[in-house]
DNA sequence: CGATTTACTTACTACTAAGTGAGTCGCCGC
DNA sequence: GCGGCGACTCACTTAGTAGTAAGTAAATCG
């Protein structure tokens, strides 16, 4: 599928990265019948994050179906961001994020909605867990939330670039750590 | 100054969003006089991370210089990365290290030796607060170190696509107090 | 069955990228 | 005044980019 050879190129190289000749290579297509399913890159690339912000946050309300507590929530939130860096991939809204000031302006609006979205599920998860008894952090839940998403695409990159992806495992484990511990009742 | 110019529109737009016309024509002079300076762009690319690595070194070395302790330290090198941001620019390691995969060879090595000299240095500071009995924080001083370039670097990114450098001052200061805390003697 | 739509291909345009080589211009020591 | 040299410019090549226009085979619909 278009969709799917075009995310993991995005991923991996950047909106920048790739081009149409690429994703038709792959799927023994020509450019021009890209073009017919998308007409310009700019369409292309705001499906991309439409449909990655879409399946993100079905990922996020599947986390919220195990009844396991904040705190396992939150690991789970990085085991999202784990098996990501696992497959060689950074996080999409990521990248395209270090790439901003180069892409069209429909595409922008979008990319901030994502992290937008993010500090609202872990902001939800750090109040309601600390409303609970089981988390303690410091300041506003949102604070928190956006340091962690932060954290965690920042330990992405510099992960990738220092070659261990293995690495990316303990630097998000400690970062979660630090910005919220776990309390047992 | 060639390096002026291709660092800001690298530290904007990435190095693969600038050309050698681009840099020409705010130099006022042609793309051809780039290439005698620097005969292919991974040249221009390998003094670019060299210069600022060195001048980077440089501002870390000139923080040692404060004889104000560890904590005061590491909120100085918050601050470089604060100053960065407020001019419009990413860290040029950091817009690198997402196009890592996009990149000449000899560009990738440089790019991980300036996260390992950042993860140096912090890990001195963090060794010799501890030491000196005025931080304290969890498991190795190099664990953190690298949590907290990843913390730094990620927070820039994300604050760039969310339009406020504002938010990124108030994130680098939860995520700098959350992973290490200072201790009054 | 004929009309239309879907998913392409072929062949192309217009443009931009990096990079090259030959030639020019002004200055500096002699 | 003259040779040489560093710093360019001009004119160019090669290779790739997004995007378009016209045509086609096969499926779908009324």
Redesign the pocket.
Known sequence: M?LDAAERRAQVLGF?G?????V?GE??????????????????GVRLIERYTQRFLAALAQIERHPDGAWARLQDYAGIYERVLAEGRLCLCGILAAEYETLPERMRGPIGAFFGANEDWLTAQLSEGRQAGVLAFEGEPRGVAAALTGALEGAMLVARARGGAEAFVSTSALALRSLCQPLSP
């Open positions: 278009i920048n790739f081009s149409y000749a690429d038709a799927l023994g297509v020509t450019a021009a019948s890209i073009h017919y399913h998308f007409p310009a890159k700019t369409d292309l």
